[in-house]
């Protein structure tokens, strides 16, 4: 069982940073691919984000690449989401998934074939 707790959330003005922080506990990172993603009010869950179990490999959505980047630290057992230039349609509640899958196959998976999800950190953008 893998336990993922996501913090760094916050309000920040359009163009403002954020560092979001995902720390698993329960068992390693090394063999888990990882992933960010996000729900907006009303809307589903996206695909922000992710990265192979290895860290080698990140993928991005079109909608924020250039402007975050995803890394892994699997001695601290944990995943970064850094956010840069961030927009108001950035706003939503942002999740930590694990999935023993490759990156690739985690992005395509419905919600709930994806092994592990955190809590969720809420991101607000204003303007």
């Known amino acids: 069982q893998v336990q993922l707790v996501e913090s760094g959330g916050g309000l920040v003005q359009a163009g403002g940073s954020l560092r979001l922080s995902c720390v698993a506990s329960?068992?390693?990172?090394?063999?888990?691919?990882m992933g960010w993603f996000r729900q907006a009010p009303g809307k589903e869950r996206e695909f922000v984000a992710a990265?192979?179990?290895?860290?080698?490999?990140?993928y991005y959505s079109t909608s924020v690449k250039g402007r975050f980047t995803i890394s892994k630290d699997n001695a601290k057992n944990t995943v970064y989401l850094q956010m840069e230039n961030l927009k108001p349609e950035d706003t939503a509640i942002y999740y930590c998934a694990a999935d023993r899958s490759t990156a690739p196959v985690l992005i395509s998976l419905p919600p709930h074939r994806v092994d592990y999800w955190g809590q969720g950190t809420q991101v607000t953008v204003s303007s």
């Open positions: 990265i192979s179990w290895s860290g080698v490999n990140t």
């Open positions: 329960g068992r390693t990172l090394s063999a888990y691919a």
